[in-house]
């Protein structure tokens, strides 16, 4: 007698649909934790690379018995620029043209355009997307030069300009709780409000009294939420420059607050630190460590960490 074989169950279609939404459950859950993954490795390299810039600092300080000058004696080439040696870059120091006096134009004539057009992995966080600049060798990473200069004056560690560089021994406020540089995400390099993070703002007037500091900032913080008049934004366009909003940030803003010249004077504006890593900034202090300060640090505490010498030590358990 013939036995019929019973057909070979399958899956129903009910299982099948239970099986795609799990699998795409469990993507779902993934792909934020593999996101976040990569992003704390990027976040990890941004910080090393701020590190090794301390590290070649100290070798220069070791050596001059002085910080980089913020600008070279007035020839406005950065600490950057000097910190190449230091830095395994001895070849491309020695291609800088330094008697030229022009460390960065935008036109292939210059001298050092080639120099200033060479960008730098150390010089570049892993977070921040290049901008869609012309080719110069951006900075994610600036020195503190100061607290506000209409207000305090220059008093950070790296002065633009004639001014000689700062000396360990004018760093009075110590050096465990004195801002030696810091990051900032690079310029959208086109005019109009892009990220605010990004862009800089030209208050409408310029508002340059020691006075008239908390009026500034105030002005600066509007333009984001007016959608002020903004310029093209410079921050970090290029390495070889050592200028406001280039190579030097200051403390007048918090973290990831707005840029802003002020009126049109650019040394009296803010340029501020900024980050993608969320809601605070890289900031690497004058005795070599690195910590993550937050956006809602007390803007008192801020600026006094910007200050070299303004005899307000707040200590690191201040922040």
Same mark, same amino acid.
């Given at each position: 007698?013939?036995?019929?074989?019973?057909?070979?169950?399958?899956?129903?279609?009910?299982?099948?649909?239970?099986?795609?939404?799990?699998?795409?459950?469990?993507?779902?859950?993934?792909?934020?934790?593999?996101?976040?993954?990569?992003?704390?490795?990027?976040?990890?390299?941004?910080?090393?690379?701020?590190?090794?810039?301390?590290?070649?600092?100290?070798?220069?300080?070791?050596?001059?018995?002085?910080?980089? $000058? =913020? /600008?070279?004696?007035?020839?406005?080439? *950065?600490?950057?620029? @000097?910190?190449?040696?230091? +830095? %395994?870059?001895?070849?491309?120091?020695?291609?800088?043209?330094?008697?030229?006096?022009?460390?960065?134009?935008?036109?292939?004539?210059?001298?050092?355009?080639?120099?200033?057009?060479?960008?730098?992995?150390?010089?570049?966080?892993?977070?921040?997307?290049?901008?869609?600049?012309?080719?110069?060798?951006?900075?994610?990473?600036?020195?503190?030069?100061?607290?506000?200069?209409?207000?305090?004056?220059?008093?950070?560690?790296?002065?633009?300009?004639?001014?000689?560089?700062?000396? $360990? =021994? /004018?760093?009075?406020?110590?050096?465990? *709780?004195?801002?030696? @540089?810091?990051?900032?995400? +690079? %310029?959208?390099?086109?005019?109009?409000?892009?990220?605010?993070?990004?862009?800089?703002?030209?208050?409408?007037?310029?508002?340059?009294?020691?006075?008239?500091?908390?009026?500034?900032?105030?002005?600066?913080?509007?333009?984001?939420?007016?959608?002020?008049?903004?310029?093209?934004?410079?921050?970090?366009?290029?390495?070889?420059?050592?200028?406001?909003?280039?190579?030097?940030?200051?403390?007048?803003?918090?973290?990831?607050?707005?840029?802003?010249?002020?009126?049109?004077?650019?040394?009296?504006?803010?340029?501020?630190?900024?980050?993608?890593?969320?809601?605070?900034?890289?900031?690497?202090?004058?005795?070599?460590?690195?910590?993550?300060?937050?956006?809602?640090?007390?803007?008192?505490?801020?600026?006094?960490?910007?200050?070299?010498?303004?005899?307000?030590?707040?200590?690191?358990?201040?922040?």
């Amino acid at each position: 007698m013939l036995k019929l074989r019973s057909p070979k169950a399958g899956l129903t279609l009910i299982e099948i649909l239970v099986v795609i939404a799990t699998l795409g459950l469990l993507l779902g859950l993934l792909l934020p934790a593999i996101q976040a993954s990569r992003e704390a490795a990027r976040r990890a390299g941004c910080a090393s690379n701020l590190r090794q810039i301390g590290v070649a600092i100290h070798s220069y300080l070791t050596d001059m018995q002085s910080f980089p $000058p =913020g /600008s070279n004696a007035g020839r406005a080439f *950065s600490m950057h620029a @000097m910190l190449l040696p230091k +830095l %395994g870059e001895t070849r491309l120091y020695e291609q800088i043209e330094f008697r030229s006096g022009k460390p960065f134009l935008s036109y292939s004539y210059d001298e050092n355009f080639s120099v200033s057009s060479v960008s730098l992995s150390v010089f570049l966080c892993p977070s921040d997307a290049r901008p869609s600049m012309q080719a110069n060798g951006f900075t994610n990473y600036a020195g503190n030069g100061g607290s506000g200069t209409q207000a305090y004056g220059y008093n950070g560690i790296f002065v633009p300009g004639n001014a000689p560089p700062v000396v $360990p =021994g /004018s760093v009075i406020d110590g050096f465990s *709780s004195t801002a030696l @540089m810091a990051e900032w995400m +690079l %310029g959208g390099g086109a005019s109009g409000v892009q990220d605010p993070r990004r862009t800089v703002f030209a208050t409408p007037v310029s508002l340059i009294r020691p006075d008239q500091l908390e009026l500034f900032a105030e002005q600066c913080r509007l333009q984001v939420l007016e959608a002020g008049q903004s310029i093209t934004s410079n921050k970090g366009a290029n390495w070889l420059y050592g200028e406001f909003g280039h190579t030097i940030y200051n403390h007048v803003l918090n973290p990831n607050e707005s840029s802003c010249t002020n009126g049109t004077l650019v040394h009296e504006g803010a340029w501020t630190a900024s980050s993608l890593h969320g809601e605070g900034s890289h900031v690497l202090f004058v005795d070599g460590h690195i910590q993550f300060l937050r956006n809602s640090i007390h803007k008192n505490i801020w600026r006094a960490i910007g200050s070299r010498a303004g005899g307000d030590n707040c200590g690191t358990d201040a922040f």
